[in-house]
Protein backbone atom coordinates (compact mmCIF):
# COMPACT_ATOMS: atom_id res chain seq x y z
CA UNK A 1 0.00 0.00 0.00
CA UNK A 2 1.34 3.36 -0.78
CA UNK A 3 1.49 6.44 1.63
CA UNK A 4 2.29 9.71 1.12
CA UNK A 5 2.81 12.09 4.36
CA UNK A 6 2.53 15.37 3.56
CA UNK A 7 3.99 18.51 5.91
CA UNK A 8 5.08 21.98 6.14
CA UNK A 9 2.12 23.96 6.18
CA UNK A 10 1.20 26.70 8.08
CA UNK A 11 0.38 29.87 8.55
CA UNK A 12 2.77 32.56 6.29
CA UNK A 13 2.35 36.35 5.84
CA UNK A 14 2.55 37.21 1.68
CA UNK A 15 5.68 37.53 0.38
CA UNK A 16 6.50 34.72 2.77
CA UNK A 17 7.63 31.43 1.84
CA UNK A 18 6.83 27.97 3.01
CA UNK A 19 8.42 24.72 1.95
CA UNK A 20 6.22 21.55 1.32
CA UNK A 21 7.57 18.47 1.84
CA UNK A 22 6.29 14.58 0.93
CA UNK A 23 7.37 11.41 2.18
CA UNK A 24 6.53 8.24 0.38
CA UNK A 25 6.45 4.67 1.37
CA UNK A 26 7.83 3.35 -1.68
CA UNK A 27 10.60 4.25 -4.49
CA UNK A 28 9.81 7.35 -6.05
CA UNK A 29 11.24 5.86 -9.17
CA UNK A 30 8.05 3.25 -9.19
CA UNK A 31 5.68 6.58 -10.00
CA UNK A 32 5.66 7.88 -13.54
CA UNK A 33 4.86 11.73 -12.12
CA UNK A 34 4.34 12.70 -8.69
CA UNK A 35 3.31 15.81 -7.96
CA UNK A 36 1.91 18.81 -5.76
CA UNK A 37 -2.07 19.61 -5.99
CA UNK A 38 -4.24 21.94 -3.91
CA UNK A 39 -7.99 23.08 -3.05
CA UNK A 40 -9.13 26.13 -1.51
CA UNK A 41 -12.84 26.25 0.11
CA UNK A 42 -15.16 25.89 -2.16
CA UNK A 43 -13.17 25.02 -5.23
CA UNK A 44 -11.91 22.55 -6.83
CA UNK A 45 -8.57 20.84 -6.63
CA UNK A 46 -6.27 22.06 -9.06
CA UNK A 47 -2.75 20.84 -10.18
CA UNK A 48 0.18 23.47 -8.91
CA UNK A 49 3.24 22.01 -10.26
CA UNK A 50 4.60 17.87 -11.27
CA UNK A 51 7.92 16.36 -11.95
CA UNK A 52 7.89 12.74 -14.15
CA UNK A 53 9.72 10.17 -13.83
CA UNK A 54 12.36 11.70 -15.71
CA UNK A 55 12.43 14.83 -14.12
CA UNK A 56 10.56 16.94 -16.40
CA UNK A 57 8.35 19.74 -14.55
CA UNK A 58 4.99 21.14 -14.98
CA UNK A 59 3.70 24.06 -13.49
CA UNK A 60 0.52 25.75 -13.21
CA UNK A 61 0.11 29.26 -14.69
CA UNK A 62 -0.31 30.91 -11.01
CA UNK A 63 2.76 28.80 -9.82
CA UNK A 64 5.16 29.51 -12.06
CA UNK A 65 8.02 31.76 -11.16
CA UNK A 66 7.24 31.44 -7.45
CA UNK A 67 7.05 27.46 -6.88
CA UNK A 68 9.76 24.94 -7.83
CA UNK A 69 8.83 21.14 -7.39
CA UNK A 70 11.84 19.12 -6.53
CA UNK A 71 12.84 15.59 -5.44
CA UNK A 72 15.49 13.49 -3.48
CA UNK A 73 15.21 9.92 -4.78
CA UNK A 74 17.65 8.34 -2.34
CA UNK A 75 15.37 9.86 0.61
CA UNK A 76 12.08 9.10 -1.21
CA UNK A 77 10.75 12.52 -0.94
CA UNK A 78 9.00 15.32 -2.98
CA UNK A 79 9.30 18.97 -1.89
CA UNK A 80 6.90 22.09 -3.25
CA UNK A 81 9.43 25.78 -2.67
CA UNK A 82 7.04 28.46 -2.58
CA UNK A 83 8.09 31.71 -2.34
CA UNK A 84 6.51 35.29 -2.39
CA UNK A 85 3.02 33.39 -1.46
CA UNK A 86 -0.09 35.45 -2.15
CA UNK A 87 -3.13 35.28 0.27
CA UNK A 88 -4.74 33.41 -2.48
CA UNK A 89 -2.79 30.37 -2.81
CA UNK A 90 -4.35 29.81 0.91
CA UNK A 91 -5.29 26.09 0.41
CA UNK A 92 -4.83 22.28 1.28
CA UNK A 93 -2.11 21.14 -0.88
CA UNK A 94 -1.85 17.73 -1.33
CA UNK A 95 0.98 15.26 -2.61
CA UNK A 96 0.21 13.28 -5.40
CA UNK A 97 1.34 10.07 -6.86
CA UNK A 98 0.49 8.31 -10.02
CA UNK A 99 1.35 4.77 -11.63
CA UNK A 100 -0.03 4.96 -15.47
CA UNK A 101 -2.52 2.39 -16.30
CA UNK A 102 -5.87 2.20 -17.50
CA UNK A 103 -7.42 3.90 -15.86
CA UNK A 104 -4.32 5.16 -14.37
CA UNK A 105 -3.65 4.71 -10.34
CA UNK A 106 -3.61 7.69 -7.84
CA UNK A 107 -2.25 8.10 -4.74
CA UNK A 108 -3.10 10.82 -2.47
CA UNK A 109 -1.83 12.11 0.66
CA UNK A 110 -3.71 13.44 3.57
CA UNK A 111 -3.17 17.15 2.83
CA UNK A 112 -1.29 19.91 4.46
CA UNK A 113 -2.82 23.56 5.60
CA UNK A 114 -1.32 26.50 3.79
CA UNK A 115 -2.49 29.92 5.04
CA UNK A 116 -1.24 33.11 3.66
CA UNK A 117 -2.62 35.95 5.74
CA UNK A 118 -1.44 39.02 7.05
Known amino acids: QVQLVESGGGLVQPGGSLRLSCATS????????MGWYRQAPGKERELVAT???????NYADSAKGRFTISREMAKKMVYLQMNSLKPEDTAVYYC????????????WGQGTQVTVSS
Open 96 to 107: NARRDASPPLDY
Open 51 to 57: ISRSELT
Open 26 to 33: GSIYSFNV
